[in-house]
């Protein structure tokens, strides 16, 4: 008789689990060169091992082991983009050892960041986007620890997305303290993000702000409609993943601390199936979308709005204009 109970079996199942999750991602780890993927995946295994310490179900394990073999699948993928690409610029007569060269000098003595750095300066200063956006972070406490960790990601996207956009904007994540923080600082990188206009601050726009007149929270709940960017506002997006736990949190800020708000004008241009709570990172890239498009919004919901919610273009209607 072994005298295993089933409480040890099942202990035993789950660290033998936790192992394998931990080794594949080892693995991984070894391999990784795209910075992107290795704070992705430092955040992701970081966030299995301080959930560790509390309490680690099966089910997060198996998640987090199935999220890592993606990983892998998309360096796989990414490694036979680029050997293509390689393959076609060697066909094209280019000789790809000394731009590698080239590229390599440039990043060791810096004069390559230098460089890219200068154009995108020059790109946000011809940039269209004159308004501000700010993410708001003041829910932290309202959110599970996948939820910030969700939105970690989120404001990730939203930088990435406004690093490549024509049209950069000003943004700043306001409220930005405790774990979703602790997220962001494990993403390689970080501190350089105010090189692109991208800032983060612990204080609150609204409290700070003293001309309330200038902002604007956007929140699907608002009565108004968005139709176009004013120069001189701020339009704050909330940072909140809730996955529709928390009715009308963002809209019940903005009236208590009497600002104006306004949604997304998706009624005038699209029938969603799925309901039109969009993530942040959505609205944010449906924004951009819309100064790069030269501000058509049935364009830019279309472009941005994931299959899942089946958005169905329709005919305009009246508009309330804010
Ligand atoms: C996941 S939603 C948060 C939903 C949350 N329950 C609330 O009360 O706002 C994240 C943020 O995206 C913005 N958002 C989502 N859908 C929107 C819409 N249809 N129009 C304007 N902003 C929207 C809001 O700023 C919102 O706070």
Known sequence: MSGETDTDTKEKEKQELLERSNAVATTTNKRRRDEDVTSASAT?????????????????IKRHAKWVRKMEVNKRRKDQEKSIKIAKAKAAGRDIAAEQEYMEKGRKDGSGWAKRNEKWLERFEKSSSKHQIYLDCSFEESMTYSEINSLATQIRYCYADNKKAKNPVKVTCSRLSGETLNH????????????RAFFHTDKDIIETNNDKSKLIYLTGDSENILTKFEDDKIYIIGGIVDRSRLKRVTIDRAQKCGI???KLPIDDYLHLSSGKALTSNHVFEILLKYQENGGDWKKALLDVLPKKKEAIAIEKTTKILI
């Open 260 to 262: 104006k708000t306004a």
């Open 44 to 60: 992701a295994t970081d966030s299995i091992d301080k959930k560790d310490d509390v309490k680690v179900s099966k089910n997060q």
């Open 184 to 195: 962001l600082k494990n993403i390689m990188g970080f501190d350089q993000w105010s090189h």
